[in-house]
């Protein structure tokens, strides 16, 4: 069974950092390019990062460039996402999702993915 399930989620003051992993079962992600979005109450999902397939090629949307990283270890099939500087904006519920894709492709729109985790809450607030 394809599955996708996001960790790191949680509380952290203004300013702090957080990390996001999404691991993969019943596949590899090596074969496919990975997508961080993100939903805030009351807004529609939107994109934060994407990573292509295996050369690495990122996207990172304007309000968190510079303090987004995303990151692949295909050996242990996961990707992260580095959350720095974080601010009260950030708040959302982070998903991950994947699409079998061609080398150096990637893209922050989710109608592009196929499969999605679960989602994981991100609260930023002092």
């Known amino acids: 069974q394809v599955q996708l399930v996001e960790s790191g989620g949680g509380l952290v003051q203004p300013g702090g950092s957080l990390r996001l992993s999404c691991a993969a079962s019943?596949?590899?992600?090596?074969?496919?390019?990975i997508g961080w979005f993100r939903q805030a109450p009351g807004k529609e999902r939107e994109g934060v990062s994407c990573?292509?397939?295996?050369?690495?090629?990122?996207f990172y949307a304007d309000s968190v460039k510079g303090r987004f990283t995303i990151s692949r270890d295909n050996a242990k099939n996961t990707v992260d996402l580095q959350m720095n500087s974080l601010k009260p904006e950030d708040t959302a519920v982070y998903y991950c999702?994947?699409?079998?894709?061609?080398?150096?492709?990637?893209?922050?729109?989710?109608?592009?993915?196929?499969?999605w985790g679960q989602g994981a809450q991100v609260t930023v607030s002092s």
């Open positions: 999702a994947a699409v079998a894709s061609v080398t150096g492709w990637a893209s922050l729109s989710q109608y592009e993915y196929d499969y």
């Open positions: 019943g596949f590899t992600l090596d074969v496919y390019a």
């Open positions: 990573i292509s397939r295996s050369d690495g090629i990122t």
